[in-house]
């Protein structure tokens, strides 16, 4: 089975620290991508990568960047934590769309 | 642009009953169209998928039909568990291929002995 692998399950980080979040997948997939879920919001795309060094912006990139310098790994980086960015952050894979996703367990970030 | 709309929940329902979540859908063509299921705690997992018109999508009980003239993807199973409550997640990626999904807000579903 693919697996999706995030470093962290639980993250607490102050107003103002950089903040680095690490994804792994093990099945060469092409395809990578961030996500955000929020109460009453649903999954709102961040950023996504398909291809090494390649990355395009989803729908809410504002506050973040990303790192793919490696085909299996695919980071999430919040340049500088706000309390608005306390949030579950999903990353998945995939090698076509049509095929679906798959996720990791999820890191839940509070920033205090 | 594509979306998705999902019935509201908290959705309660009583061992052994029946489930149906809607779920519509809007976008051009053929999208493909799938249900994940997210348990406590946990990331999302896909429980079935359709790629076409009148497919239908089957896992572990439940059941999914794409209705191309209906533009929906309603998921269902006969004899809900304790074990499936979850969140349930109705999504679409656009026809001729792509690789963004497209989500619904999700439908809580709460199953009680």
């Given at each position: 089975?693919?697996?999706?692998?995030?470093?962290?399950?639980?993250?607490?980080?102050?107003?103002?620290?950089?903040?680095?979040?690490?994804?792994?997948?093990?099945?060469?997939?092409?395809?990578?991508?961030?996500?955000r879920q929020d109460p009453?919001l649903?999954?709102?795309?961040?950023?996504?990568?398909?291809?090494?060094?390649?990355?395009?912006?989803?729908?809410?990139?504002?506050?973040?960047?990303?790192?793919?310098?490696?085909?299996?790994?695919?980071?999430?980086?919040?340049?500088?934590?706000?309390?608005?960015?306390?949030s579950?952050?999903?990353?998945?894979?995939?090698?076509?769309?049509?095929?679906?996703?798959?996720?990791?367990?999820?890191?839940?970030?509070?920033?205090? | 642009?594509?979306?998705?709309?999902?019935?509201?929940?908290?959705?309660?329902?009583?061992?052994?009953?029946?489930?149906?979540?809607?779920?519509?859908?809007?976008?051009?063509?053929?999208?493909?169209?799938?249900?994940?299921?997210?348990?406590?705690?946990?990331?999302?997992?896909?429980?079935?998928?359709?790629?076409?018109?009148?497919?239908?999508?089957?896992?572990?009980?439940?059941?999914?039909?794409?209705?191309?003239?209906?533009?929906?993807?309603?998921?269902?199973?006969?004899?809900?568990?304790?074990?499936?409550?979850?969140?349930?997640?109705?999504?679409?990626?656009?026809?001729?291929?792509?690789?963004?999904?497209?989500?619904?807000?999700?439908?809580?579903?709460?199953?009680?002995?």
């Open positions: 089975d693919v697996k999706v692998t995030q470093s962290s399950r639980y993250l607490v980080k102050r107003t103002g620290e950089k903040v680095f979040l690490e994804c792994v997948q093990d099945m060469d997939h092409e395809n990578m991508f961030w996500y009453g649903g999954l709102r795309l961040i950023y996504f990568s398909y291809d090494v060094k390649m990355k395009e912006k989803g729908d809410i990139p504002e506050g973040y960047s990303v790192s793919r310098e490696k085909k299996e790994r695919f980071s999430l980086i919040l340049e500088s934590a706000s309390t608005n960015q306390t579950m952050y999903l990353c998945a894979s995939s090698e076509d769309g049509s095929y679906g996703y798959t996720f990791g367990s999820g890191t839940r970030l509070t920033v205090v | 642009g594509d979306s998705v709309t999902q019935m509201e929940g908290p959705v309660t329902l009583s061992e052994e009953a029946f489930l149906t979540i809607n779920c519509t859908y809007t976008a051009t063509g053929y999208p493909s169209l799938f249900w994940y299921v997210q348990y406590p705690g946990e990331g999302l997992q896909l429980l079935l998928k359709a790629t076409k018109a009148d497919d239908k999508g089957s896992n572990k009980g439940f059941e999914a039909t794409y209705r191309k003239e209906t533009t929906s993807f309603h998921l269902e199973k006969g004899s809900v568990q304790v074990s499936d409550s979850a969140v349930y997640f109705c999504a679409l990626v656009p026809s001729g291929g792509g690789n963004k999904l497209t989500f619904g807000t999700g439908t809580q579903l709460k199953v009680e002995l």
